[in-house]
């Protein structure tokens, strides 16, 4: 007796040959900070008060502005998948 074919894989789970495996998201943290205490925008995105704590983000460029009393500071930052980084900045007084 011959043992029974394989049912086909689904669609999703078949590779093409010679395609690149689909992406998967890739996670990283950052954490943000500053004296005094400013508002922060990651990427155009107000997130409050500092500190901001592990936040999550995609990995990869990213921008942050800390706006103060006294003026505001821009920084870039890049962080690779799974990583870390601290982003602190001292802010002008009025």
Known sequence: MLPAPEAPAAPEARAVAGA????????????????????????????GSTPKLSVR???????????????RVARSV????????TVAVRLPRD
Do not use: E, Q, Y
Request: charged share 10%; hydrophobic share 45%.
């Open 20 to 47: 690149p495996a689909a992406p998967a998201t890739a996670w990283a943290t950052l954490s943000l900070n500053s004296i005094p205490i400013s508002k922060v925008v990651l990427d155009g995105r107000p997130l």
């Open 57 to 71: 983000v995609k990995a990869g460029n990213h921008s942050v502005v800390f706006i103060g009393p006294g003026g």
């Open 78 to 85: 890049s962080v690779a998948s799974g990583g870390s980084k």
